[in-house]
């Protein structure tokens, strides 16, 4: 129930301010606004240009290996209770040993994408 009403309110205060902007902001458009804006740049050739292969290889490993510290921070949070055996108490490697095979895993992918010069610019 909470995080429906939490839902709803951000919800329902992004329409609000959306159609306060619509409604009461104003509208004056010049040819300079019409025009893409660039980082004050002119623009150059189409926006819709093609990209190489290798573009698209390297964002989705970028991806790859950076999804690692989402998978991290929890285990650091959690990095004592894995620790701890739970039946006697007792200090357990279980913890250690799980991050090192997420980046052992990690690292052996990482060499055969180097292998395979997926990752670097000619």
Known sequence: MPAG???????????ILTALAIFIGP?????EKLEPFECG???IGTPRGRYSVK???????????????AFMYPWAL???EL????????????GFVEMLV???V????LSYVWRKKAIGWD
């Open 5 to 15: 009403l939490a839902i709803v309110c951000g919800v329902g205060f992004c329409a």
């Open 27 to 31: 509208k004056r458009v010049t040819p």
């Open 41 to 43: 740049s002119e623009p």
């Open 55 to 69: 573009f698209y290889q390297v964002a989705i490993l970028f991806l790859v290996f950076d999804i690692e510290t």
């Open 78 to 80: 959690m990095y004592r």
């Open 83 to 94: 620790s701890v055996h739970p039946t006697t108490g007792a200090v357990s490697m279980f």
């Open 102 to 104: 997420f980046v052992a």
């Open 106 to 109: 990690l690292v052996v992918a």
